[in-house]
């Protein structure tokens, strides 16, 4: 089966990506279900499906081993140019009760339905193998030296990067690279100078740096700069994720929106701050104008949008910093992302091999790929 991590820049363009940031060790944020997208090509969900899950207590490991292939990549380059790596993993599972409390309709339409179509035995076997598979990627890469995995149950986790670099959580002043290709994590290349993200397509891989969120994603900035990134997507909308925009309004006329606002000199940060409390009368100056004058006539809507995308509010929340009804359960979620980070406990690998052959694994050999 062809490695599923089909991310793999190559030297040159890591070379390319630190280049800017005179030889500064390396932070790597894997969106891990986004960059492992071909497993939901049908044929390679029929690749795993036609493999036993099961063979001498062993599960089918094709995605825990490729994700280790793909950390052994990036550790050789590192250690060929000299410098210090460490990765951080994030991935979620179940629907955001975050999001969900906001949006009922929050990524409805998102399923393996079309995969398999009215098969629910494979749908069951192919989750699981998925579902295991994950488990090992927390429960072993989180005994690692410089490998950080942050699962999340019911909260989705594409802001990790953002609040971990933030809130200062971990050391941030390396190269920061962001591996996915959702659009919502550009964001995060407002919060410094050092970071870009690499993206890819079936006929291209490109690299994006701070300063070009809303030129890229948006075909041109106006001279607008990246904090207004978001507001601009929260005024057009996502339809992927059933996230509704305002009415004829798409990426020309929402850069023209965030024009006006920025040149009336209302930051983005005031206008996160009006919406966390509940404000909403933040450009009621500007209703003369018919363009403002709808978006002021949208601006509910805007402000929901903007709590389901911006990173900045998410962590807010994420923090506790805004009391919701489900805070207990935010806090817990919080605790685990701090214990991850700060409460790391590192096995020798001959301790970890031992415990994973209790279980009957072996992964002896591709585990040595990573110590």
């Known amino acids: 089966m062809e490695n599923l991590v089909s991310y793999y820049p190559t030297y040159k363009m890591l070379d390319e990506m630190i280049a800017p940031y005179k030889g500064k060790d390396i932070n790597i944020f894997l969106d ?33 081993e490729s994700i280790i292939n793909f950390l052994y990549f990036h550790r050789n380059y590192s250690e060929s140019r000299g410098l210090n790596i ?18 009922k309709e929050y990524k409805a339409n998102r399923s393996i339905d079309k995969l398999f179509g009215s098969d629910t035995g494979k ?48 050391d941030s002043n390396r190269t920061n690279i962001i591996y ?9 290349l407002d919060v410094l100078e050092n970071i870009c993200i690499f993206t890819k397509s079936n006929t291209s891989k490109r690299i994006i740096r701070a300063g070009d969120a809303i030129k890229t994603y948006f075909g041109y900035n106006d001279g607008v700069d990246d904090s207004y990134f978001t507001l601009a997507c929260s005024i057009m909308g996502d339809p992927s994720d059933y996230i ?3 009415d004829g309004i798409g990426k020309k006329n929402a850069v023209k929106a965030i024009k006006k606002i920025s040149d009336a000199n209302i930051s ?55 009391v919701l009804s489900n805070t207990t359960a935010i806090l817990e979620k919080k605790k685990h992302v701090f214990n991850v980070i700060k409460n790391k406990k590192c096995y020798k690998k001959e301790v970890l091999y031992e415990a994973l052959n209790s279980f009957g694994i072996n992964f002896t050999d591709i585990l040595d790929l990573v110590f």
């Not at 460490?86 to 949006?103: A, L, P, R, W």
């Not at 579902?131 to 909260?155: A, G, M, P, R």
């Not at 601006?299 to 962590?315: E, G, Q, R, V, Y």
């Open 86 to 103: 460490c990765f951080y993993i994030f991935f979620d599972f179940g629907e955001s009760m975050y999001h969900k409390n906001i949006n």
């Open 268 to 322: 983005a940060d005031y206008i996160k701050k009006m919406i966390v409390s509940g404000d909403l009368t933040f450009l009621d100056d500007m209703k003369e104008d018919p363009l403002m004058e709808k978006i002021i006539k949208n601006i509910s809507l805007i402000a929901n949008n903007m709590k389901m995308i911006d990173f900045d509010i998410i962590s807010r929340y994420f923090s506790c910093d805004v």
């Open 123 to 170: 749908r069951a076997i192919f989750n699981e193998i998925i579902q295991k598979n994950l488990f090992l990627t927390d429960s072993v890469l989180n005994k690692i030296k410089d490998i950080y995995v942050i699962k999340l149950e019911h909260f989705e986790t594409d802001f990790i990067p953002h609040y971990l670099m933030k809130y200062g959580m971990i």
């Open 244 to 246: 509704k925009g305002v």
């Open 180 to 188: 996915s290709n959702d659009h919502d994590l550009f964001q995060s």
């Open 32 to 64: 891990l279900k986004n960059i492992m997208r071909s497993l939901f090509k049908k044929e390679v969900a029929e690749g795993l499906l036609a493999e036993p899950i099961y063979s001498n207590k062993i599960i089918n490991t094709s995605i825990f």
